[in-house]
């Protein structure tokens, strides 16, 4: 009968585990409900692992169009950065889209150096790409704020999904449209 019990608690613990494994891709974002991992992929920095990211996107997702629709853009780091130095590397790459205004660009910069922490491996800042508003973001799941702009919104995400942008081989990967990682 033991042999039977034991037979019996293993071939459910398999199952559960299988289940859960098999419902893994239907998982959400906290942020965005009804959401689905659509790529994900590793940013490395003359071989330095800087962080992983992940693009959470909705079913109706349309990849031609990636910075005009709701997302969560979710970068886990992978090794410590102070809070100042992501923003300022982000306005960096924000700019190589266009030009963007000095005032306008002080202002983006002092709203990300506000929202972004100094990180330590592990930590994750998610981005929320509120079409038409801007974008909402969060550290560890907790709120940080937003700054309510679209076109803030569409060069910030734009740095990962843009078809300019200086990572080519991660926006792919983020698209879902192959695997794999970027760096330089």
């Given at each position: 009968?033991?042999?039977?019990?034991?037979?019996?608690?293993?071939?459910?613990l398999v199952?559960?585990l299988?289940?859960?494994?098999a419902?893994n891709?239907?998982?959400?974002?906290?942020q965005?409900?009804g959401?689905?991992?659509?790529?994900?992929?590793?940013?490395?920095?003359?071989?330095?692992?800087?962080?992983?990211?992940?693009?959470?996107?909705?079913?109706d997702?349309?990849?031609?169009?990636?910075?005009?629709?709701?997302?969560?853009l979710?970068?886990e780091?992978?090794r410590?950065?102070?809070?100042?130095?992501?923003?300022?590397?982000s306005?960096?790459?924000?700019?190589?889209?266009g030009?963007i205004?000095?005032?306008?660009?002080?202002r983006?910069l002092a709203?990300?150096?506000?929202?972004?922490?100094?990180?330590?491996?592990?930590?994750?800042i998610?981005?929320?790409?509120l079409?038409?508003?801007?974008?909402?973001?969060?550290?560890?799941?907790?709120?940080?704020g937003?700054?309510?702009?679209?076109?803030?919104?569409?060069?910030?995400?734009g740095i990962?999904l843009?078809?300019?942008?200086?990572?080519p081989?991660?926006?792919v990967?983020?698209?879902?449209?192959?695997?794999?990682?970027?760096?330089?």
């Amino acid at each position: 009968m033991w042999c039977s019990t034991r037979w019996r608690a293993e071939a459910a613990l398999v199952l559960a585990l299988a289940s859960l494994l098999a419902g893994n891709a239907a998982w959400a974002h906290p942020q965005l409900p009804g959401s689905r991992l659509q790529g994900e992929a590793t940013l490395r920095y003359f071989g330095l692992r800087v962080y992983h990211a992940r693009l959470w996107t909705l079913p109706d997702f349309r990849v031609s169009q990636p910075v005009e629709q709701a997302m969560v853009l979710e970068l886990e780091y992978l090794r410590d950065l102070p809070g100042p130095a992501i923003a300022e590397r982000s306005l960096q790459e924000m700019q190589r889209a266009g030009s963007i205004p000095e005032a306008q660009a002080r202002r983006w910069l002092a709203e990300m150096q506000r929202i972004f922490p100094d990180v330590k491996a592990g930590d994750r800042i998610s981005g929320q790409l509120l079409p038409g508003q801007g974008a909402r973001f969060s550290h560890n799941g907790r709120p940080r704020g937003q700054v309510d702009d679209p076109d803030f919104a569409r060069l910030f995400f734009g740095i990962w999904l843009a078809p300019g942008t200086a990572e080519p081989g991660m926006r792919v990967a983020l698209l879902g449209l192959a695997t794999g990682s970027s760096g330089r």
